[in-house]
């Protein structure tokens, strides 16, 4: 067993061994620095050039005969001289004047902000969060028999208004017609139904039975901007407003009325897509959770007899999907998490 004296002797050896070895480190960081400093300072001195000596009188005196013939000589360019002390090095790149950077002169429009050619699913609300039933309370329903199903069946929209008729395209709103109510019964004229229940929300669903009149779409598309405009007249500006979809039907309605064509239903939604962009409004594609998105037809499990209307499967599946399609909003209360909660807000 080694001593005090041993243990301290053995401390002390380590010590020296380290503060030996800390030396050489500074020693070798050193060396190091002063080479880097070195070869900084041998890559900054310019490289010598060498310049062409005038040529001397005698070479000068050299006869023109005895220079060869056959070739002329070729001309080389004169190699740059350096630059003398106090004179600023010339330039490898060419000046550039900055000044012609300053402009605010118009640049051409390049984007098509007519929206003509958009396709409706690129541009429809996304899933979010699932609102509360009560969203719906402040929701009005305004569109053909389709879009009554929604109130006639329990889908859990109760408390929704509803301004919604049969056989109803979008003249008849324009044109503000006296027509009766298929969800509540009454005669009434729409566009005033609409504006006294002055909803946070609107949700449109119209345009079937314009289809099936193989009338132009641009003349479609002409009365349902109208609509839009007149609305957004006599509603409140705070008021959001939602464009459906329209859905898709059974594969063998195109028999019976050729109109109701689903490519045909496809390019209206287009359309309807883009004129909500230019609107500022939102775009719903139901047909999404309604109908088959191979050919767009109805699904089987939602249809009915006449393969336009849907059935009380159809609408719960409609309903669900307004319910987690709609842009956030303060005020909304969602079932679970907000997906847009922040923490301290």
């Known amino acids: 067993m080694s001593d005090f004296y041993t243990y301290r002797n053995e401390v002390a050896g380590r010590k020296r061994k380290r503060k030996l070895m800390l030396i050489l480190i500074l020693v070798l960081a050193a060396a190091c620095a002063g080479v880097g400093w070195f070869w900084m300072q041998h890559d900054a001195q310019p490289a ?43 330039r490898i790149v060419q000046a550039v004047d900055t000044a012609v950077w300053d402009t605010s002169t118009a640049v051409e429009q390049t984007i098509d902000t007519e929206y003509l050619n958009t396709d409706h699913r690129m541009v429809a609300v996304p899933m979010l969060g699932t609102v509360a039933p009560s969203y719906f309370d402040t929701v009005t329903f305004a569109g053909d028999s389709i879009a009554s199903g929604l109130g006639i069946y329990d889908t859990g929209y109760k408390n929704a208004h509803y301004a919604t008729y049969v056989s109803a395209g979008v003249q008849t709103f324009v044109n503000n017609v006296s027509v009766k109510n298929a969800v509540t019964g009454a005669t009434e004229t729409p566009l005033e139904t609409i504006v006294s229940s002055q909803p946070d929300y609107l949700y449109i669903l119209v345009g079937t039975n314009n289809l099936v009149v193989q009338g132009s779409e641009e003349s479609f598309i002409a009365y349902y901007e109208r609509l839009i405009d007149m609305l957004r007249e006599q509603l409140n500006p705070g008021v959001s407003i939602y464009i459906q979809s329209i859905p898709g039907v059974q594969e063998d309605v195109v028999q019976s009325k050729p109109g109701l064509d689903n490519t045909r239903i496809a390019t209206a939604n287009d359309l309807l897509a883009n004129m909500a962009l230019r609107k500022g409004c939102y775009f719903i594609n139901v047909r999404e959770a309604l109908t088959n998105p191979a050919d767009g037809s109805q699904y089987d499990d939602y249809a009915t007899k006449d393969g336009v209307h849907f059935n009380a499967a159809g609408y719960h599946a409609w309903a669900e999907y307004l319910a987690t399609h709609t842009v956030w909003n303060r005020r909304s209360q969602y079932l679970g998490q907000n997906p847009y909660y922040i923490y301290g807000a």
């Open 48 to 90: 010598a050039v060498t310049s062409a000596e005038p040529a001397s009188a005698e070479t000068s005196a050299v006869p023109t005969e005895e220079l060869p013939t056959e070739e002329p000589p070729t001309e080389t360019p004169a190699p740059a001289q350096p630059a003398s002390a106090g004179e600023a090095p010339a």
